[in-house]
């Protein structure tokens, strides 16, 4: 069990200095002079120089890489080329609402899909198959910018009831910073319509981002439930006198979870690595807004911290999956043994 | 003129003109009829495809969805399960009547400790039972198993551990029918034997009755007092065992029972085979 986990979590590191090392080279390998965007068209070439010098891209590329891995594991994070601003305090202001806007998506719809999957398997009905069908080629099909879009245009525009691109929170609440995660900070705050408003604002950009979501998670759950369901010890299940819907919800469920749970790592790591477009839509103070202003300007400083951030988050998901899988299905433990 | 269930109380199962089809097709048995008394042991045996399995799953209630009894009386200790609703069906599956399924590797959930398996059936009918432990250790033990087995999981125990688990499941209600289809197909002949002996043994112990469905004549010839043959979803043979090993009635036994000789006797050059027989001759049957 330790060998096994602590053999995952040597992997899960291996993966992040993996990416790390890609990213690296093939954002400096990509035309653009990061002196020249941060300085402008009139700056000299002593100054130049000085600015490559100052941020040590006169040197080679693993001297680079050495040299920022030191950094980054000590903190310190540098400044941003463009701004001038601590690359800690940029990721510090915009980190805590991306991570809120993906986490509570990827709840709803874990929740939801799940809820769905079971409803729809558990009996065979036609037109709920259908209706999910329909749903899911939607998701998968349609641009979650565009989806964003015609929720804004429907819901803020033709009938006002939801905000549309106004980030977090309605200007008239004022809410004192504390998490950043605004649902936690309207609650700290005791501000009961602060979080309530919180909460309207989150409902669209959830919705856009989760539909794609929603369709992949749904599909692979379903055809999982579908599989298992037919299997002799559901049926044996309901030979002890447990209704059909408590026998699919113990057993079958429990037993198709293994790629739902493999489904959701990826998901989730892949939410909380970039929610870029979608940010941009709802005008959300995320780190999708940075991050593009940032590749644009050639900012290094900012994108390889970016990309060791959302590596991390994203092994670290799968590593926490990859543990989770022991407690569904202890068989992984024995295959391993072998 | 004499009062049958009087003197034997009240039959575990009896089946009236039983007809169960799936979909829009032609039934898959039809109109079966038999009674079984406490404490007796029947042998349905027959092909694949006749209709047997059917059969056990329409006595349970659980037939696929596109599956229906369509016609007659299946009578489980006196209720009917065909009309009553589903709500207490339930009631009775895994309490009044148990079921063994095929093969146990796959009848037990791979996912949860034997313990638990066993404990979903205690609370599926008794939700509030203290003590949950004792009645499984006592329930593991009333089939050769340790307490300490509670805490495997499936794939830790062997096939005919695995097989004992699932007649622990089917018992721990105390059971007055226990229907159990093709319960050792999947294991080896001494496991078959030793897994049959105790299934026997703790059936007669509760005075429950046994349907044994298989395909095996010499199973049902070694230990079932009753005998009944099904040939394309008809129940074309019904009695004493003796009876019907040395004198069949309908040609598909007898076809059956030469069959068994010949193994035994081996100096015939091929097995004997049905060469026709449909039920028109005997008159009237839907086209098949």
Same mark, same amino acid.
């Given at each position: 069990?330790?060998?096994?986990?602590?053999?995952?979590?040597? *992997?899960?590191?291996?993966?992040?200095?993996?990416?790390?090392?890609?990213?690296?080279?093939?954002?400096?390998?990509?035309?653009?002079?990061?002196?020249?965007?941060?300085?402008?068209?009139?700056?000299?070439?002593?100054?130049?120089?000085?600015?490559?010098?100052?941020?040590?891209?006169?040197?080679?590329?693993?001297?680079?890489?050495?040299?920022?891995?030191?950094?980054?594991?000590?903190?310190?994070?540098?400044?941003?080329?463009?701004s001038?601003?601590?690359?800690?305090?940029?990721?510090?202001?915009?980190?805590?609402?991306?991570?809120?806007?993906?986490?509570?998506?990827?709840?709803?719809?874990?929740?939801?899909?799940?809820w769905?999957?079971?409803v729809?398997?558990?009996?065979?009905?036609?037109?709920?198959?259908?209706?999910?069908?329909?749903?899911?080629?939607?998701?998968?099909?349609?641009?979650?910018?565009?989806?964003?879009?015609?929720?804004?245009?429907? /819901?803020?525009?033709?009938l006002?009831?939801?905000?549309?691109?106004?980030?977090? *929170?309605? /200007?008239?609440?004022?809410?004192?910073?504390?998490?950043?995660?605004?649902?936690?900070?309207?609650? *700290?705050?005791?501000?009961?319509?602060? /979080?309530?408003?919180?909460?309207?604002?989150?409902?669209?950009?959830?919705?856009?981002?989760?539909?794609?979501?929603?369709?992949?998670?749904?599909?692979?759950?379903?055809?999982?439930?579908?599989?298992?369901?037919?299997?002799?010890?559901v049926?044996?299940?309901?030979?002890?006198?447990?209704?059909?819907?408590?026998? /699919?919800?113990?057993?079958?469920?429990?037993n198709?979870?293994?790629?739902?749970?493999?489904?959701?790592?990826?998901?989730?790591?892949?939410?909380?690595?970039?929610t870029?477009?979608?940010?941009?839509?709802?005008?959300?103070?995320?780190?999708?807004?940075?991050l593009?202003?940032?590749?644009g300007?050639?900012?290094?400083?900012?994108?390889?911290?970016?990309?060791?951030?959302?590596?991390?988050?994203?092994?670290?998901?799968?590593f926490?999956?990859?543990?989770?899988?022991?407690?569904?299905?202890?068989?992984?433990?024995?295959?391993?043994?072998? | 003129?004499?009062?049958?269930?009087?003197?034997?109380?009240?039959?575990?199962?009896?089946?009236?003109?039983?007809?169960?089809?799936?979909?829009?097709?032609?039934?898959?048995?039809?109109?079966?009829?038999f009674?079984?008394?406490?404490?007796r042991?029947?042998?349905?045996?027959?092909?694949?495809?006749?209709?047997?399995?059917?059969?056990?799953?329409?006595?349970?209630?659980?037939?696929?969805?596109?599956?229906?009894?369509?016609?007659?009386?299946?009578?489980?200790?006196?209720?009917?399960?065909?009309?009553m609703?589903?709500?207490?069906?339930?009631? !009775?599956?895994?309490?009044?009547?148990? !079921?063994?399924?095929?093969?146990?590797?796959?009848?037990?959930d791979?996912?949860?400790?034997?313990?638990?398996?066993?404990?979903?059936?205690i609370?599926?009918?008794?939700?509030?039972?203290?003590?949950?432990?004792?009645?499984?250790?006592?329930?593991?033990?009333?089939?050769? !198993?340790?307490?300490?087995?509670?805490?495997?999981?499936?794939?830790?125990?062997?096939?005919?551990?695995?097989?004992?688990?699932?007649?622990?499941i089917?018992?721990?209600?105390?059971?007055?029918?226990?229907?159990?289809?093709?319960?050792?197909?999947?294991?080896?002949?001494?496991?078959?034997?030793?897994?049959?002996?105790? !299934?026997?043994?703790?059936?007669?112990?509760?005075?429950?009755?046994?349907?044994?469905?298989?395909?095996?004549?010499?199973?049902?010839?070694?230990?079932?007092?009753?005998?009944?043959?099904?040939y394309?979803?008809?129940?074309?043979?019904?009695?004493?065992?003796?009876?019907?090993?040395?004198?069949?009635?309908?040609?598909?036994?007898?076809?059956?029972?030469?069959?068994?000789?010949?193994?035994?006797?081996?100096d015939?050059?091929?097995?004997?085979?049905?060469?026709?027989?449909?039920?028109?001759?005997?008159?009237?049957?839907?086209?098949?």
């Amino acid at each position: 069990m330790i060998s096994y986990i602590s053999r995952r979590f040597g *992997l899960a590191l291996l993966s992040i200095l993996g990416a790390s090392i890609v990213a690296f080279i093939v954002f400096r390998v990509a035309p653009g002079d990061p002196a020249r965007q941060a300085l402008g068209p009139f700056a000299s070439d002593e100054q130049l120089a000085q600015f490559r010098a100052d941020n040590l891209l006169d040197q080679s590329l693993p001297a680079q890489y050495w040299a920022f891995i030191r950094n980054f594991f000590t903190g310190d994070w540098g400044y941003s080329y463009g701004s001038g601003a601590k690359v800690t305090t940029l990721f510090g202001d915009t980190l805590a609402p991306t991570i809120e806007l993906a986490v509570v998506t990827f709840i709803v719809t874990v929740a939801l899909a799940t809820w769905l999957a079971l409803v729809s398997t558990y009996r065979p009905r036609r037109w709920l198959d259908r209706l999910i069908n329909a749903l899911a080629y939607v998701g998968l099909g349609a641009p979650a910018f565009w989806v964003g879009l015609v929720l804004v245009l429907v /819901f803020s525009q033709w009938l006002p009831v939801l905000p549309g691109a106004e980030g977090q *929170l309605d /200007f008239t609440y004022s809410v004192p910073t504390v998490t950043g995660f605004m649902l936690v900070d309207t609650l *700290l705050a005791g501000d009961l319509p602060a /979080f309530g408003n919180a909460i309207t604002h989150l409902i669209l950009p959830v919705a856009t981002l989760g539909l794609a979501v929603f369709a992949y998670l749904v599909r692979i759950l379903r055809a999982s439930l579908l599989a298992v369901g037919d299997q002799q010890f559901v049926l044996a299940a309901e030979a002890k006198g447990v209704s059909r819907w408590t026998a /699919f919800r113990r057993h079958a469920l429990h037993n198709a979870l293994l790629p739902m749970l493999t489904a959701s790592g990826i998901v989730l790591g892949q939410l909380l690595a970039g929610t870029v477009l979608v940010e941009t839509v709802f005008n959300w103070p995320g780190v999708g807004n940075l991050l593009t202003r940032s590749i644009g300007l050639k900012d290094y400083s900012v994108v390889d911290v970016f990309v060791m951030l959302s590596a991390t988050a994203y092994v670290l998901v799968n590593f926490i999956v990859d543990v989770v899988q022991l407690r569904v299905d202890p068989r992984i433990l024995q295959e391993e043994q072998k | 003129m004499i009062d049958v269930e009087a003197i034997h109380g009240t039959p575990a199962l009896r089946l009236q003109d039983v007809s169960i089809g799936y979909s829009h097709f032609a039934d898959a048995v039809s109109s079966i009829s038999f009674t079984l008394e406490r404490g007796r042991r029947v042998g349905i045996i027959g092909e694949s495809g006749c209709g047997k399995s059917t059969l056990g799953l329409a006595i349970m209630g659980l037939l696929p969805w596109n599956g229906e009894v369509r016609a007659g009386n299946i009578l489980i200790d006196g209720a009917d399960m065909v009309t009553m609703r589903e709500r207490e069906r339930r009631r !009775l599956r895994g309490n009044r009547v148990g !079921l063994i399924y095929q093969d146990a590797s796959s009848s037990l959930d791979p996912l949860k400790r034997v313990g638990t398996q066993i404990a979903e059936a205690i609370t599926a009918h008794a939700p509030k039972t203290k003590q949950i432990n004792d009645r499984v250790a006592h329930a593991l033990d009333d089939v050769g !198993l340790a307490a300490a087995n509670a805490q495997n999981y499936p794939h830790e125990l062997s096939g005919g551990m695995r097989q004992r688990v699932a007649i622990a499941i089917a018992l721990v209600n105390d059971p007055v029918l226990v229907i159990a289809d093709e319960p050792t197909t999947a294991l080896d002949v001494t496991t078959q034997a030793h897994v049959l002996d105790l !299934l026997e043994a703790r059936v007669t112990e509760r005075d429950a009755a046994l349907l044994l469905i298989t395909h095996d004549l010499g199973v049902v010839a070694d230990r079932c007092e009753l005998t009944g043959v099904m040939y394309r979803g008809r129940l074309v043979e019904w009695g004493d065992t003796s009876r019907v090993l040395t004198d069949p009635e309908h040609p598909y036994t007898r076809a059956l029972v030469e069959c068994s000789h010949a193994v035994i006797d081996s100096d015939a050059d091929r097995l004997p085979t049905m060469t026709s027989w449909d039920h028109d001759e005997e008159g009237g049957d839907d086209a098949l």
